[in-house]
Every structure is written in C-alpha cells, then in structure tokens.
C-alpha cells in the first residue's frame, strides 16, 4: 500500500491530480489509501468518504435505465427519436463537417433511439472544435444549473446536426437526448427516474446530481 501511495504522490506532486484514493478488493481482503487533497487551495486532505464528480460515467447509468425501458417493451430500438421528442422533426444537417452553421441539408434518415445509444445520431459536444461543437458553446448549451431537460434539448433542436446520422461516430450528447426520451415516457425527472430506477434499488446513497450542504465540505474540487 506504501507503494502504491507512493506512485501516486509523485503524480499529485507533479500537479497532474489534487488527490487520489484507491481501493483493491481480494476475495475477503480489501486494501486502500489515499493521498493528496480534497482541496489544493486550503490543503484539505482526501477524506475516507470524499465525494467525486462523476461527469461522463452518467451516461452508461441513463444507458442502462434506458435498457431497463427496452426490457420493458416500452422503447424499441428502431424507434425515431421524434417519436418522442417531435421538437427534432424539423431537423437539418451539415453539408460538410467544417460548413458553415447555416450550409445545411435535409436528413436523409432519421435518428433511432439505437442511434442515441451508439452515438451515431449525428449530435457533437460543446467541448468538440467543429461548427457543431461550437455551436452548442454559442448558445449555452447545458451550461446552466437552473434550466430543465426539457429547456435544454428544445435548445438542441434548434441547432443542425454534425453528420448524416449513422454515418459517423462521435462522442455526443445523445445520451442527454435519451435522457429527456426517458423523461416523456415515465413522466418523471431523469434525476427522479435514476433515483428510483438505479440508485435506490441498489443502495447507491450518495450519488445524486446535487449534494447536501451539509456534505459540500466532502466534495473533491474540480481543477482544469
């Protein structure tokens, strides 16, 4: 275990990471540590119980309660993704990926419910540095902390889509997209449906899309 912190010491000295905790389970032996920091500024060590941001790994969690709908016959794969949200219905596509915002085309198919799982729906990411990808930065897109799913992809639907779908792969917001279609469906919040669906049933107490101010002093700081 010295070892281990060791190696990962050299990392946090090297500013690549604030903090690191880590945890090897072996058969009935379970070995852990942690070094560094909750906190760079006020030297606030990682805590036993730190809470951690788990940005993207929210999308395999909407992926599997999106499955749990597919298990229920209530989703099909081949479904269209207006059939759901028929903001989508009046939606364009680049002509080339480097166009213009505005030098658009018609779909030639429309995205599937399989299509928003695969990320071959055609949508970017704000972080992405095509038209697309800036596009989204533009206009804000999920930037706020107060606007509702519902708010956010009528946003989207505004906004052409990278590629024909199903002619590329790109990390996407497709997953945010089978979020809302979970939310029209079981009417209910995502974050409701997560709650209900995932994390109470299997006892997953802290994880949340907020915390409780009571519990803000856990939270390791995000650093870029």
Known sequence: M???NKIFSKHIDDGKFPGVQWQINIKDKIY???????NIETKEPVLDNTIYRIWSMTKPVVAVAGL??????KIKLDDLVTKYLPEFSNLKVLK??????????????NPTIKDLFLH?????????????????DEIKLFHS???????????????????????NWVYSVSMDVLGRILE????????NILQKNIFDPLVMNENNFTIPFYS???????YE
């Open 2 to 4: 010295d070892h281990l």
């Open 96 to 109: 080339k990926e480097n166009a213009s915002i505005d030098d658009v085309e018609d779909l030639k198919i």
């Open 184 to 191: 029209v469906i079981l009417k209910d919040s995502l974050q």
């Open 120 to 136: 071959t729906a055609g949508f970017s990411y704000n972080f992405l540095a095509d038209p697309i990808g800036r596009k989204y």
């Open 32 to 38: 852990s540590g942690k070094v560094g920091y909750n």
């Open 68 to 73: 749990q709908l597919l298990e229920q016959n």
């Open 216 to 222: 803000e002093n856990r939270l390791m700081q995000t």
């Open 145 to 167: 902390d107060t606007t509702t799913l519902e708010e956010e992809i009528m946003k989207l639907a505004e906004v052409p889509l990278l590629h024909q779908p199903r002619t």
